[in-house]
């Protein structure tokens, strides 16, 4: 968040970054702009449950609701668990079943910088001919993808999936005010572009979603993603963490899957959560 370190600064700037006016969030909040006026100011201390009400109208994320929470003399409530902490097994257990169950198709589990966190025995074979170095802990599964000794001179789409990869990121940092994500996306768009790579106008995309396209020993497979997230999340490591499942977008990508999975030993491993 910068230099930003007042509750009523902190405030004021994720209003903004929700491109609402103080009236829009007093009237989200059910209290009156005189008194958001007031707190901004920092003529007015709110209570903790005001500034976690306020944090809940604004979608703050939960790691920056404990910053929120310190920056107005309160201690922070959420707690950041490793997914191997005791406390957190259920959780794990979750995780591990969405990503077994899917097989034979490839999932992964990522945090909220996209590090890998785990993935399921179809994840392992699309990362041949990767170069050993990405694959160094903390993998990066946007890095993998983008990369020029990643999967990028393999992605048979890659216009189309650089430009999907790059807005989906860009919204994120909007959103986030993350400045790890800031400095992933200005790594990812600085990565040599192919000559044939051109910007994608919407019209050119002709299908419902961008599939990922990889050309593979066993013809090109053609993926479609689709995103999951705990629903209700109280711990920062379970708010943060995504799990991308990808489906064949044809039959012959379902086969070959198959039979790649069946011939797959042990999931990828990915660093500690």
Same mark, same amino acid.
Do not use: C, N
């Given at each position: 968040?910068?230099?930003?370190?007042?509750?009523?600064?902190?405030?004021?700037?994720?209003?903004?970054?929700?491109?609402?006016?103080?009236?829009?969030?007093?009237?989200?909040?059910?209290?009156?702009?005189?008194?958001?006026?007031?707190?901004?100011?920092?003529?007015?201390?709110?209570?903790?449950?005001?500034?976690?009400?306020?944090a809940e109208r604004l979608e703050v994320p939960l790691r920056e609701r404990n910053f929120l929470l310190v920056a107005a003399g309160y201690a922070p409530v959420f707690p950041e668990r490793a997914l191997d902490d005791p406390a957190m097994m259920a959780a794990n257990e979750a995780v591990q079943r969405v990503l077994t169950g899917h097989e034979p198709h490839p999932a992964i589990a990522v945090n909220r910088h996209w590090n890998l966190l785990s993935a399921n025995r179809a994840f392992a074979p699309l990362l041949a001919g990767i170069d050993g170095a990405l694959l160094a802990p903390p993998v990066n599964v946007l890095r993998l993808s983008l990369h020029p000794r990643g999967a990028a001179p393999r992605i048979a789409n890659l216009p189309e999936w650089r430009a999907h990869i790059l807005a989906r990121l860009r919204r994120q940092v909007e959103v986030s005010a993350d400045a790890t994500l800031m400095a992933l996306l200005e790594e #990812?768009?600085?990565?040599? @572009?192919?000559?044939?790579?051109?910007?994608?106008?919407? /019209?050119? *995309?002709?299908?419902? +979603?961008?599939?990922?396209?990889?050309?593979?020993?066993?013809?090109?497979?053609?993926? #479609?993603?689709?995103?999951? @997230?705990?629903?209700?999340?109280?711990?920062?490591?379970? /708010?943060? *963490?995504?799990?991308? +499942?990808?489906?064949?977008a044809d039959a012959a990508t379902a086969e070959a899957t198959r039979r790649l999975t069946s011939a797959a030993t042990d999931p990828h491993p990915g660093p500690p959560p």
């Open positions: 968040m910068g230099h930003v370190t007042g509750f009523g600064d902190l405030l004021r700037d994720w209003r903004k970054r929700r491109r609402l006016s103080q009236l829009d969030l007093a009237m989200e909040a059910e209290v009156s702009q005189r008194h958001l006026s007031f707190v901004e100011s920092g003529r007015a201390q709110p209570s903790r449950e005001m500034v976690l009400h306020l #990812l768009r600085g990565y040599p @572009v192919p000559a044939s790579t051109r910007p994608v106008p919407m /019209a050119d *995309l002709d299908s419902v +979603a961008v599939p990922l396209r990889l050309a593979m020993p066993e013809g090109t497979l053609s993926f #479609l993603s689709t995103t999951m @997230v705990f629903g209700t999340p109280m711990d920062i490591t379970l /708010a943060e *963490l995504t799990i991308e +499942a990808f489906f064949p």
